[in-house]
């Protein structure tokens, strides 16, 4: 689960057209700025990358094309298995998403992914240095969470800036601000149970997402199609299961994830890098502000 960072500059939906066309320049402005100084930090990343990690072992080939059916084919059956199984628990004759709760919904959701978080790891133990591939064995010497944390701190300027961007986006076509549906429905949840809230959002899918997407989506693609390839389809991916509103941001930030992935070869480093960001705009939430 990835959440956008909030901005504080989205246009209204019924502002004049005055207001509005000015709210996406102010939007594109801020965007132009945040982009600018996240190229600015481009060189320092890379010397933090050559100071705190030493280098990164060649990549073995570990799963197959064939995989990638396997595990999709689980994540689809783990979606409909967790929807009848809480039907039959609950007596009801659907499953009703209005009236579901927050957190019987936000638990449905890391549950389905089960399935095929436990076939990909099922995968990896049976596929040579497949442990390794997955990230659960350290390959690349140095200060791994260091540079992890020295990565996403650095790119959040341009995660603003894609957001931004994401604004003026809605405001030039009318729309009101961009909000993500998770981030309500975290926002709700933590008047009702911020510790079960806080460990489903920040500890709990992020780990399950991880497994699926730069664990096993990103190592097979990069594996089998390239780097490059790997990298953008693997991110696309990611960021279309969270929503057309927060697809920038969330798609820059799958960008920050892989490439920590591939650098460190560390499935605790990036889920690092996912607990921090999930936990950081979680607790914004709290202090009063929707990520848009």
């Known amino acids: 689960m990835g959440l956008t960072l909030p901005l504080a500059f989205a246009a209204q939906a019924e502002a004049p057209a005055e207001v509005a066309d000015l ?4 939007a594109l402005v801020v965007a132009a700025l945040m982009f600018a100084i996240g190229a600015s930090l481009v060189p320092v990343m890379r010397k933090a990358s050559a100071r705190l990690l030493g280098s990164t072992p060649p990549r073995v080939p570990s799963f197959l094309p064939l995989d ?3 595990v999709a084919l689980a994540f689809v059956f783990g979606q409909v298995l967790v929807v009848e199984a809480y039907r039959f628990w609950s007596g009801a004759a659907e499953l009703d998403l209005e009236s579901l709760g927050v957190i019987p919904a936000l638990g449905l959701s890391a549950a ?3 399935l095929a978080v436990a076939v990909v790891v099922v995968l990896a133990l049976r596929r040579e240095d497949g442990v390794a591939t997955l990230g659960l064995r350290g390959l690349t010497p140095g200060a791994r969470g260091a540079f992890a944390g020295v990565c996403y ?5 341009t995660l603003m800036g894609l957001g931004a961007l994401t604004a003026a986006i809605f405001a030039a076509q009318g729309a009101g601000p961009p909000v993500q549906e998770v981030a309500v429905l ?8 911020p510790l079960l809230i806080g460990a489903l959002v920040a500890l709990v899918i992020p780990l399950l997402e991880e497994i699926l997407f730069r664990g096993f989506l990103l190592e097979l693609l990069v594996s089998r199609a390239g780097t490059a390839v790997g990298v953008v389809v693997s991110s696309a991916l990611f960021a ?10 969330i ?4 960008l920050v994830l892989a490439g920590v992935k591939l650098r460190t070869r560390s499935l605790g480093a990036v889920w690092a890098v996912h607990a921090l960001h999930n936990g950081a705009t979680t607790l ?8 848009t």
């Open 68 to 70: 990638l059916l396997v």
């Open 240 to 249: 279309l299961l969270h929503g057309v509103s927060a697809f920038l941001p």
């Open 186 to 193: 975290v926002e709700e949840g933590l008047s009702e149970n």
């Open 112 to 114: 389905s992914q089960g």
């Open 23 to 26: 709210s996406v320049v102010q």
């Open 153 to 157: 701190l650095l790119s959040i300027p």
């Open 284 to 291: 914004l939430i709290t202090g009063g502000g929707l990520p």
């Open 251 to 254: 798609f820059g930030l799958a």
